[in-house]
């Protein structure tokens, strides 16, 4: 979204652009819990490619790239099409981790990408309506395993849902990372909602899920919220990449053995510097890329470079119009931090709709 800003702001009509997305609406994950929870409407949620990649004279194409071969800039897409490039920004993120699951079929619905879960979410809650002892796993003790479980549960009582919710994390609880005092008061805020939380790694069944110490737990739906891992396409022919698989980039946010290869989000790891996987930092580090980008269009070499601070803000929105914000180990819950996510967020949306209005990127910081 900052490339197609910059280029609305300063169109190259000598630079044939290509935009590959899956679809022409993007979900804004910040939002996605609040949209299962009643709170925003689905159009709310969602931020329009199509229009901004018309304002940038961008063509789109409906399509996921499937292999790239790095040496001969050039992708694959699934439709079996090759594009080949001359400059390549890649902002496709991590997947979700589904090969424990994956016995169960039509009934784990990963929670990335947004697209998916929103589609499929009207049909599980109207099944869930007409059922008893409706029951619902969602796998992954993380931010976005937390709020979809506050979130559906939420939903369930608003709906007058026979159902329950389970939260399975890894055997280190829920947030692994995060200062002690914010876990207690996230798994206060868990707890309060009637949601109960299992930990130790989960396996499908034909039936549920099965914990590590054995216990078993029925599943109607499965929600994976597990940890991502690299598209597996960048391994065939493509950049240098990490020990996990994602494209090892420099502070300006460049592939650090194809120069012409930007990538930005979850999808790369900074060689320099360790920067936690959050859309914080990848939303901080997209007008670094949308710069870097430019300027390689430009011949120009890259200029900017994204420093991330040693602290940023979180907001985790609690199923009901509560929300828990934390800075380092000072943290802070209640309907005052949702209405104050709540106003960032719809600004953030907002922006991207408007690239005019957007100021042209300087050296930044989360």
């Known amino acids: 979204m900052a490339v197609l800003q910059g280029l609305a702001r300063a169109p190259r009509p000598d630079v044939e652009v290509t935009l590959v997305t899956p679809g022409r609406r993007q979900v804004y994950s910040g939002m996605l819990p609040g949209c299962i929870a009643g709170h925003y409407s689905r159009q709310q949620c969602e931020i329009d490619l199509g229009r901004l990649a018309e304002r940038a004279n961008v063509r789109i194409r409906l399509d996921t790239i499937v292999a790239m071969d790095a040496n001969r800039r050039c992708v694959a897409l699934s439709c079996g099409d090759h594009l080949d490039y001359d400059v390549l920004s890649l902002d496709v993120g991590s997947e979700i981790d589904l090969s424990w699951l994956d016995v169960l079929g039509e009934r784990v619905i990963p929670?990335?990408?947004?697209?998916?879960?929103?589609?499929?979410?009207?049909?599980?809650?109207?099944?869930?309506?007409?059922?008893?002892?409706?029951?619902l796993v969602v796998v992954g003790g993380g931010a976005a395993g937390v709020e979809v479980?506050?979130?559906?549960?939420?939903?369930?009582?608003?709906?007058?849902?026979?159902?329950?919710?389970?939260?399975?994390?890894?055997?280190?609880?829920?947030?692994?990372?995060?200062?002690?005092?914010?876990?207690?008061?996230?798994?206060?805020?868990?707890?309060?909602?009637?949601v109960r939380v299992c930990r130790g790694y989960a396996a499908g069944t034909v039936d549920g899920v099965l914990l590590a110490d054995g216990e078993f737990l029925r599943a109607d739906t499965v929600i994976a919220a597990t940890g991502g891992v690299a598209p597996c396409w960048l391994q065939v022919r493509g950049p240098t990449l990490s020990s996990s698989g994602y494209v090892l980039v420099d502070a300006g946010q460049r592939s650090v053995s194809h120069p012409e290869l930007f990538a930005a989000g979850d999808v790369c790891t900074r060689v320099d510097i360790q920067v936690e996987r959050s859309g914080v930092h990848a939303v901080h580090a997209g007008p670094v890329l949308a710069a870097n980008v430019l300027d390689a269009l430009a011949g120009r070499a890259p200029r900017r470079r994204y420093r991330p601070r040693q602290r940023s803000l979180y907001l985790l929105a609690c199923g009901p119009r509560r929300a828990v914000a934390w800075w380092g180990r000072w943290s802070a819950a209640g309907a005052l931090m949702w209405r104050w996510k709540d106003r960032i967020d719809r600004r953030f949306v907002a922006r991207q709709a408007l690239p005019d209005t957007v100021p042209a990127p300087a050296e930044t910081r989360a």
């Open 111 to 135: 929670v990335r990408p947004g697209t998916d879960l929103l589609d499929r979410w009207p049909t599980l809650i109207d099944s869930a309506r007409r059922r008893t002892d409706y029951r």
């Open 149 to 194: 479980a506050l979130a559906v549960q939420y939903a369930f009582h608003r709906a007058c849902i026979d159902g329950s919710v389970v939260l399975a994390a890894a055997a280190e609880g829920l947030l692994p990372g995060v200062a002690q005092a914010v876990r207690e008061r996230v798994e206060h805020e868990v707890r309060a909602a009637g």
